[in-house]
């Protein structure tokens, strides 16, 4: 994206191609001395089995500025897990598998049961949560960076643009979202595009100036997977356990953090990976649970700051965002036009129609529920109820990392 445009609540760091990644990682290798930085990386069977990430593994390879690599495995069996620690067991870097279906680890999630804790649900939230546990734990490490396991056209440079904001100390973020343009022979990212920007934008129609919304609307890809941040924002922060996740983290942010301490980064050329279904006929599937998720999510935290929604609202709502939405598709359609991308008029149509459909089911499962599925405890909370956990989280991963060698 060749422009320098500041937009909105918080700094924008672009991507304007004079440099080198050389010059990029020698800087943070310096700064790295005193701000180790620990990678964590959310991984599926599925991801194991693919391409995309034997892709990552070869890049990282060559990366000399992560001091811990600790992989979160979601949904693993025991050979599965074998497999994994064999696969990653090339990586130079102190690497350490989590294997959050394992006996040891479901230990742990029953004694905060037994604590009246909810850990969460099963899923990406939760094995992210509990490997930023284990990074706090080990101490060795300043900075957590996360991205995820299926990009397909992954790159040093990537990686290395995502962790110099908080790296760097002379820069003072805390937090660092990257962003990217999805585009091949068209354009991609439907949720981002079509639904949660119209979508904010209806709402701050709808409820008027509002920091926060103004605050989401500041970021250029809401929903991005990657994103840097300084360890102790990773000790507050609590985690959310559904779709909703990439929306509730941007959220917890904004009550943690000043907005001088938070930044956007372009990460690359171009970003591609999977690509869910819509799923328009199943609610709960596909980018339509994502978005229903999502809704709520942004319903529950303006909630939280004293927003009253009503059946009312949520029905004048839908109407706003489907104006909206429309007139999106047309200035996609434009886009596409002159950049010579296959643009799909029905298909993008048919996208907001299921995604207006969303914000109705948001609403009323919000009106239903306005708790929803609580957070995931920031790890502040998890020590003053269990003073040892983190001392019994090492040995758990310790014991699954050093057996069936």
Not at 96 to 119: C, F, P, R, V
Not at 331 to 355: C, P, T, W
Request: net charge negative.
């Amino acid at each position: 994206m060749g422009d320098f445009f500041q937009n909105g609540e918080i700094t924008t760091i672009h991507r304007f191609d004079t440099t080198t990644i050389e010059k990029i990682e020698h800087g943070i290798e310096q700064y790295a001395y005193s701000r180790p930085v620990a990678l964590v990386l959310p991984t599926t069977p599925v991801e194991l089995k693919g391409t995309a990430l034997r892709g990552i593994v070869e890049q990282l390879k060559e990366v000399k500025y992560i001091s811990q690599v600790v992989v979160t495995l979601g949904r693993f069996n025991e050979s599965e897990f074998i497999e994994a620690k064999r696969f990653f067991s090339v990586l130079p870097q102190e690497t350490k598998l989590i294997w959050n279906d394992g006996e040891n680890i479901q230990n742990l999630y029953k004694l905060l049961t037994d604590e009246k804790i909810s850990a969460g649900i099963d899923g990406k939230g939760r094995s992210a949560w509990l490997a930023y546990g284990y990074v706090l734990a080990t101490e060795k490490s300043k900075v957590i960076a996360l991205h995820d396991c299926d990009i397909t056209n992954y790159s040093r440079e990537l990686l290395a643009r995502l962790c110099y904001p908080v790296v760097n100390p002379n820069l003072d973020f805390e937090f660092c979202k990257g962003y990217y343009h999805r585009i091949t022979d068209r354009m991609h990212g439907r949720v981002t595009r079509l639904f949660v920007t119209p979508f904010i934008r209806s709402l701050k129609k709808i409820i008027g100036n509002n920091d926060f919304l103004e605050y989401l609307d500041s970021f250029r890809y809401p929903l991005a997977g990657e994103f840097s941040m300084a360890t102790d924002l990773a000790r507050i922060n609590r985690i959310p356990g559904d779709w909703g996740l990439e929306v509730g983290v941007l959220a917890e942010v904004y009550r943690n953090c000043s907005m001088r301490r938070i930044c956007q980064v372009d990460l690359c050329e171009t970003y591609e990976h999977k690509h869910q279904p819509l799923s328009d006929e199943d609610p709960t599937t596909g980018l339509t649970k994502m978005s229903i998720d999502i809704a709520k999510s942004i319903y529950k935290n303006l909630a939280s700051m004293g927003v009253v929604f009503s059946g009312e609202c949520f029905r004048t709502l839908r109407a706003t965002y489907q104006r909206a939405g429309h007139e999106f598709i047309e200035k996609y359609n434009h886009d596409s036009a002159i950049n010579g991308l296959v643009f799909d008029r029905h298909q993008e149509m048919n996208a907001v129609d299921a995604f207006a459909k969303s914000i109705g089911i948001a609403g009323e499962q919000f009106l239903n529920d306005p708790s929803g599925i609580p957070f995931i405890p920031n790890w502040n909370r998890i020590i003053s109820a269990i003073p040892d956990f983190f001392n019994k989280l090492i040995v758990a991963v310790e014991a699954d990392n050093t057996k069936m060698r």
